[in-house]
């Protein structure tokens, strides 16, 4: 499954990318808790009709919320092959979540790639300023006219190497 198949088509199959990332909880020495946080409608009975009367915060409610260091953190999961695709809507509620305007908890993106078989974990705001910095395209959805940025995911690849480096 790919972005140019229906939300029908990508939720009838599994979520490689939600089942990397509690794999990745379960092997992680620095993460003591990991809980749903948001909804999954992938996984849901709710009709689409009544799925789309739910406001849209809780909609776009992070995935996870997880306590790493002892500290709190809330993460939203993604999946792609080699190109993360962001809605623009969605980010501006991102930017509520990861703002203090719920509560003051940072948001993290997990990030898993089929065609590399690699995670990246980035901040929030990290990957906003590299979708500014690197110029980022934007995009629309043939399916629903939503516009997107599209960022290569070997960029995130290469961020989180250039971290690691110099976090060493």
């Given at each position: ?64 919320f997880i306590i790493s260091d002892n500290n709190p953190y809330f993460v939203e999961v993604k999946g792609c092959t080699d190109v993360l695709r962001l809605k623009t809507d969605d980010i501006k509620m ?75």
């Amino acid at each position: 499954m790919n972005h140019n198949s229906t939300f029908t088509q990508r939720a009838s199959t599994v979520d490689v990318a939600d089942e990397k990332f509690q794999e990745y909880v379960k092997v992680s020495d620095k993460i003591s808790l990991c809980v749903r946080y948001g909804f999954d409608h992938r996984n849901s009975d709710i009709p689409i009709n009544i799925w789309m009367s739910i406001p849209l915060h809780l909609r776009l409610s992070p995935d996870f919320f997880i306590i790493s260091d002892n500290n709190p953190y809330f993460v939203e999961v993604k999946g792609c092959t080699d190109v993360l695709r962001l809605k623009t809507d969605d980010i501006k509620m991102y930017k509520r979540w990861d703002s203090n305007t719920f509560i003051d908890i940072p948001l993290y993106f997990y990030v898993y790639s089929v065609k590399y078989n690699k995670e990246v974990v980035i901040s929030f705001s990290r990957l906003l300023f590299l979708i500014h910095l690197l110029g980022c395209k934007k995009d629309i959805y043939e399916d629903n006219g939503k516009e997107y940025y599209k960022m290569q995911f070997g960029e995130l690849l290469h961020e989180q190497r250039k971290r690691e480096k110099n976090s060493n």
